[in-house]
């Protein structure tokens, strides 16, 4: 098993930046890639972006150019670091992995852009 707990959430001006963490319980190695997905109110969770084991990355198309994910083995951490904020950003962000085949997800941390 693995726990993830998000950090980093706030409200911040469009434009702005902001970045999240995802800390992990156990040594981020053995993990099959790791994911931060988010949902805005009323809408379904969707997939922003991921990491693989071997540090591919790879983001939905309407954060690219915008967001950057990466991971820090050491801290056994994943981050998610956003710049030029949209409100359409808006959203609680939520980190996920897998741990033998099991999926796990964070707890969640707010991200609010202001117009």
């Known amino acids: 098993q693995v726990q993830l707990v998000e950090s980093g959430g706030g409200l911040v001006q469009a434009g702005g930046s902001l970045r999240l963490s995802c800390l992990a319980s156990k040594s981020i190695f053995g993990l099959n890639g790791m994911f931060w997905y988010r949902q805005a109110p009323g809408k379904q969770r969707e997939w922003v972006a991921g990491?693989?084991?071997?540090?591919?990355?790879s983001y939905t198309d309407s954060v690219k150019g915008r967001f950057a994910i990466s991971r820090d083995y050491v801290k056994n951490t994943m981050y998610l670091q956003m710049d030029s904020l949209k409100p359409e950003d808006t959203a609680v962000y939520y980190c996920k992995t897998y741990d033998q085949s099991d999926p796990y997800w964070g707890q969640g941390t707010q991200v609010t852009v202001s117009s």
């Open positions: 990491i693989s084991s071997s540090d591919t990355t």
